[in-house]
């Protein structure tokens, strides 16, 4: 391994060289001669593969919706985390299945590595299903339900909800609501309503939440990540008519689903009424 240093920085294989980034540092490896993997090995990194096809596929889906600042290593955190759930479900390496249960374990992933909603919040917001909307019912907040920064003087809560179609790979475009609690105005219960209707693709609901102060007239983000945050709150799984519980994986994606979505009408989700 050797460092970049010259002007233009090099990713990719040119001759028997591969450049490539860590950490946002150019480096530089010869390419391997022979790589010999064993069963064990490809099965792994088809498991891997498709994790990784589900993180960036969720990822693309949220960025209308998250506008925190995130961490360097969140693609990484995401698949490892999408791994994590998938070995629960099956230990049928190279085609493991995720089971709709196993789905709801994505709640709790966070886009701001360093801060939990746990640690700001003293409450646990539930998500709530009405027809065609997701509803998330906030109480009268004070400057002292909520860990902040000294001179934050507002707060933004932002729901956000979207739809994941794994077997086909498509998803639907986030949807937000957005609620600013003013410390200085007198506590009030306020309500988060997302038009989404659940249902149709495997929806995922992350809570956002922003400290700002005033200055001026003006609102200013406060740019310390112990104070902002975006959770996975909750996944609703897709209404299916099939009884099998097991999403699929298959070995050939380019010819047949990523992951085949079956099972039961709906299952207990953490933190949803």
Same mark, same amino acid.
């Given at each position: 391994m050797a460092k970049q240093t010259g002007v233009i920085k090099v990713t990719g294989a040119i001759g028997d060289k591969v450049g490539y980034i860590v950490d946002g540092e150019p480096?530089? &490896?010869?390419? /391997?001669?022979?790589? =010999? +993997?064993?069963?064990? #090995?490809?099965?792994a990194a088809t498991d891997f593969g498709y994790a990784s096809k589900a993180g960036k596929l969720i990822r693309?889906?949220? +960025?209308?919706?998250?506008?925190? +600042? #995130? $961490? =360097? @290593?969140? #693609? =990484?955190?995401? !698949? !490892?985390?999408?791994?994590?759930v998938l070995y629960v479900s099956s230990e049928q390496r190279g085609s493991r299945g995720f089971t709709r249960q196993a789905l709801a374990g994505l709640a709790g992933f966070r886009f701001n590595m360093q801060?939990?909603?746990s640690q700001l919040l003293n409450f646990q917001p539930k998500v709530k299903q009405d027809k065609n909307s997701l509803r998330i019912a906030l109480p009268a907040l004070? /400057? $002292?339900?909520? +860990?902040h920064y000294k001179n934050t003087s507002h707060v933004e809560f932002k729901a956000i909800a979207l739809g994941v179609n794994f077997s086909e790979e498509k998803y639907q475009e986030a *949807? !937000?609501? #957005?609620?600013?609690? $003013?410390? &200085? @105005?007198?506590?009030?219960?306020?309500?988060?309503v997302l038009p989404f209707k659940?249902? @149709?693709?495997?929806?995922?609901?992350?809570l956002q939440i922003t400290?700002? %102060?005033?200055?001026?007239?003006?609102?200013?983000? *406060?740019d310390n990540k112990k104070y902002f945050v975006a959770d996975i709150i909750d996944v609703i799984p897709s209404l299916q008519e099939e009884d099998d519980t097991t999403i699929e994986h298959h070995? &050939?994606?380019? @010819?047949?689903?990523?992951? &085949?979505? %079956?099972?039961e009408h709906t299952y207990p989700a953490p933190q949803r009424e």
């Open positions: 480096l530089m &490896r010869k390419k /391997a001669e022979k790589v =010999n +993997r064993s069963e064990a #090995t490809k099965e693309r889906a949220m +960025r209308q919706g998250v506008n925190i +600042r #995130t $961490d =360097n @290593k969140l #693609t =990484n955190r995401l !698949t !490892t985390f999408l791994l994590e801060t939990e909603l004070t /400057a $002292d339900d909520i +860990r *949807v !937000t609501d #957005t609620v600013m609690i $003013d410390f &200085r @105005k007198p506590a009030e219960a306020k309500e988060l659940a249902g @149709k693709d495997e929806t995922i609901v992350v400290a700002y %102060h005033e200055l001026n007239g003006k609102l200013y983000k *406060v070995s &050939r994606p380019s @010819k047949q689903p990523l992951f &085949r979505l %079956h099972g």
